[in-house]
């Protein structure tokens, strides 16, 4: 089966730092997305890893671990629109996408 | 501009009904999926559909249909088996990306919200 898990939920302050983990044990790997979703909007796409290593786009950065199974999104410079579901979904090979059930981020002044 | 429709954004249902929900893109995307959201939940993959003519379930597709007869448009229709049908649905498609050099991103529509009264 397929299991990818992440916190389900996180709090932080404006203008901090935060790290949002996703540990997945799947079939197949085929890369990890990153989405964010907020209230009862489609999800968004922030970031792609398919190798191992840092991938950096302004504020976001998602690290990828393929040996552990292992991602993490981080946010910086925490702004109050951040406050959202943020999602982690692997392609499980056959162009089969996974979602994890996703991490509330809760952004306070 | 490229982008995933889906209809109708709200949709209400009595029990015992089949309603369809449609999809249509125009990013010219092979692969093609549905996903059910339930509130405070993540996404769960319903079918999915990587050419025309050609469909698998996914992970909760009892009560569920689909075609692809076209490669533009994935309908999907929720039977009067589906138990609790009352969810946020999502149709995306994969493929490459606006703005992006290479990478292949899942695209989603605007989602279509039923409710079974």
């Known amino acids: 089966g397929q299991n990818i898990d992440q916190p389900t939920e996180m709090t932080a302050t404006e203008g901090a730092i935060v790290q949002i983990n996703c540990t997945y044990q799947?079939?197949?790997?085929?890369?990890l997305f990153w989405y964010q979703q907020h209230a009862g909007e489609a999800p968004t796409f922030l970031s792609y890893?398919?190798?191992?290593g840092l991938e950096e786009k302004g504020r976001f950065s998602s690290f990828l671990s393929r040996s552990k199974g292992y991602s993490y999104l981080l946010l910086k410079e925490l702004q109050m629109k951040d406050s959202a579901s943020y999602l982690c979904?692997?392609?499980?090979?056959?162009?089969?996408?996974?979602f994890g059930t996703g991490t509330r981020l809760l952004v306070s002044p | 501009d490229g982008g995933i429709t889906q209809s109708p954004k709200y949709l209400f249902r009595k029990e015992g009904q089949n309603v369809t929900l449609s999809c249509e893109q125009n990013?010219?995307?092979?692969?093609m999926y549905w996903y059910r959201q339930d509130p405070g939940q993540g996404l769960r993959l319903i079918y999915y559909s990587q050419i025309v003519n050609d469909f698998q379930k996914g992970d909760i597709a009892e009560g569920y249909s689909v075609s692809r007869e076209k490669k533009e448009s994935f309908p999907l229709t929720v039977t009067s088996a589906q138990k609790n049908p009352t969810a946020f649905y999502l149709c995306?498609?994969?493929?490459?990306?606006?703005?992006?050099?290479?990478?292949?991103?899942?695209?989603f529509g605007a989602g279509s919200r039923l409710t079974v009264l």
């Open positions: 799947t079939s197949g790997f085929n890369g």
């Open positions: 990013l010219n995307h092979d692969a």
């Open positions: 979904a692997v392609n499980t090979g056959f162009q089969k996408l996974v």
């Open positions: 995306a498609s994969y493929g490459a990306g606006t703005g992006l050099s290479g990478a292949n991103v899942l695209t």
């Open positions: 890893n398919v190798l191992d």
